[in-house]
């Protein structure tokens, strides 16, 4: 039920193909639900459910970027998997949460220092509602994502 919320909100903003995946998606979750051919099942499990469970987890995400103790086991566990399982969909994606979650605040973060509303916030203030708690490894990890500074950007 989640999942489909999630969907039903997000999918209307999607391209094309995008919408094509969360259709699928859905497909083929309602094909687990009512029962399919052992083919069809496994195909859907590893389409469908796994895609649904790592968009969920994502979301969870997103929804807690500004924390700065964020746990793949609180994650996990609220889309009731194993932290190993949650490990293994995020992997499955080609990356790691551990990624996944600093490359979605480093973005949040670039997004408030480009913001003129946000002109007057001071990095430092920025970086902890993005999450980061240590202010000199959000100025390296900035400058190796973005190839400048949270200054520099700024300014540009």
């Not at 990890?141 to 950007?153: C, D, G, N």
């Amino acid at each position: 039920m989640r999942y489909h919320s999630l969907a039903a909100h997000h999918a209307p903003h999607l391209d094309a193909v995008g919408q094509r995946l969360t259709a699928q998606h859905m497909v083929d979750l309602v094909g687990l639900l009512l029962g399919t051919d052992a083919e069809h099942a496994s195909l859907a499990r590893g389409r469908g459910h796994a895609a649904a469970r790592l968009d969920l987890m994502r979301a969870d995400v997103m929804a807690a970027l500004g924390r700065n103790d964020l746990c793949l086991s609180e994650i996990a566990t609220r889309s009731g998997l194993s932290p190993r399982q949650a490990q293994r969909l995020f992997e499955q994606a080609g990356t790691t949460f551990t990624e996944f979650v600093l490359e979605q605040r480093l973005l949040q973060a670039r997004k408030l220092l480009s913001d003129p509303r946000a002109r007057t916030r001071k990095i430092s203030d920025i970086a902890h509602s993005s999450g980061f708690s240590d202010l000199s490894y959000f100025n390296r990890a900035f400058r190796k994502r973005f190839a400048a500074t949270p200054s520099e950007l700024r300014e540009a």
